[in-house]
């Protein structure tokens, strides 16, 4: 480590999650470059036997073979952690790895999944078409209605599962709410993040165990690779990082890299994607507004004045973002009553 570096180092925890989203990550190489490099390498080498056996047996902290772990990969995710607030991350090659790597580590035959009907499509299909054939037993749930989660979490249920805002229904799930009720259950709580991101919206701060992210959305935010990730404490990845080495879930290299440099523009392009649905919002809401007056309360839970609330002292009126979604979602619906 370059001495820049390891002044850098000290001041991690004083500088802005913006700042560090930028310089958080890899330590400089002896070439001293300044982009991150890309470790294009299936396995690394070891100056004797002994190094060797020491980074396989005693898990040294050395890299020893890029489905194990890879350093690029592994600057990814302490980046993506310092956003999130998390005490560890894990990266896969898809947002659905993620899904299918944290099922798997946390869950076993004869277990019970409290899942939101609200979830991504492919998640739905995941664990209706093949988990249900490995013996879990899956529930599927109304995302705002907590008193049916309450319901269900009376009988035992190893893990809940959300994604809020949805895709695309953008339903809301009061997360602390439904935290607490898991918690009060002794329930694993697991939200997906990826619409909101961590600059709008932090799960783990409002209770959730375990956050998803399938990074191809806008952690990358310009279509160009495949990623997920799982963050959480250090107890809870523990299990998903062992699934994915054994498994190879893996996350390449180059695509790790793409999601580095997304990450140091996120901050401003979740702000320039806010700014800009709310000049095309507006005029919309005043508009469908004269037609049906009221007709949010047709489309958002009662959690949509906590939501608001909670990302509004984050990014001020940012989560106006969302308000295309809810106009187009209310117009679907009226036209297919």
Not at 136 to 164: F, H, N, Q
Not at 176 to 203: E, I, W, Y
Not at 249 to 262: E, I, P, R, Y
Not at 292 to 299: D, E, I, K, M
Request: hydrophobic residues 45%.
């Amino acid at each position: 480590m370059m001495d820049r570096d390891r002044r850098l180092a000290a001041l991690v925890s004083q500088l802005s999650e913006e700042t560090q989203a930028i310089r958080v990550g890899l330590d400089r190489t002896p070439e001293r470059e300044h982009s991150e490099p890309i470790f294009t390498t299936s396995s690394f080498v070891f100056p004797d036997a002994a190094t060797m056996a020491d980074a396989f047996v005693n898990n040294s902290g050395l890299s020893i073979y890029a489905r194990v772990d890879n350093p690029t990969v592994d600057g990814f995710c302490k980046r993506l952690a310092i956003l999130e607030g998390a005490e560890a991350c894990e990266a896969t090659a898809s947002g659905m790895g993620a899904i299918l790597s944290t099922l798997m580590a946390h869950c076993q035959a004869g277990d019970r999944v409290l899942m939101s009907t609200g979830v991504f499509g492919a998640t739905l299909n995941l664990v209706k078409n093949f988990f249900i054939k490995y013996g879990l037993e899956i529930e599927l749930l109304s995302p705002t209605d907590l008193g049916a989660w309450e319901r269900a979490l009376s009988r035992p249920a190893k893990l809940a599962y959300c994604e809020t805002p949805s895709n695309p229904t953008i339903e809301i799930v009061d997360i602390q709410a439904l935290s607490n009720l898991c918690r009060a259950h002794g329930c694993l709580f697991v939200v997906d993040n990826c619409f909101m991101t961590p600059v709008l919206q932090k799960p783990l701060a409002l209770g959730a165990d375990l956050v998803m992210h399938s990074a191809t959305k806008y952690l990358d935010g310009q279509g160009r690779v495949l990623g997920g990730a799982v963050l959480g404490r250090a107890e809870l990845v523990e299990p998903v990082t062992s699934f994915i080495r054994s498994g190879g879930v893996t996350m390449s290299a180059f695509n790790a890299w793409v999601f580095l440099k997304g990450l140091e523009t996120l901050d401003i392009r979740m702000k320039a994607h806010s700014d800009n649905a709310l000049e095309l919002a507006l005029p919309l809401v005043t508009l469908y507004q004269d037609h049906s007056p009221g007709f949010f309360s047709c489309v958002v839970s009662d959690a949509l004045p906590l939501f608001l609330a909670t990302v509004r002292d984050r990014m001020g009126m940012y989560v106006e973002a969302f308000f295309p979604c809810f106009v187009y979602y209310w117009h679907k619906r009226s036209r297919y009553k």
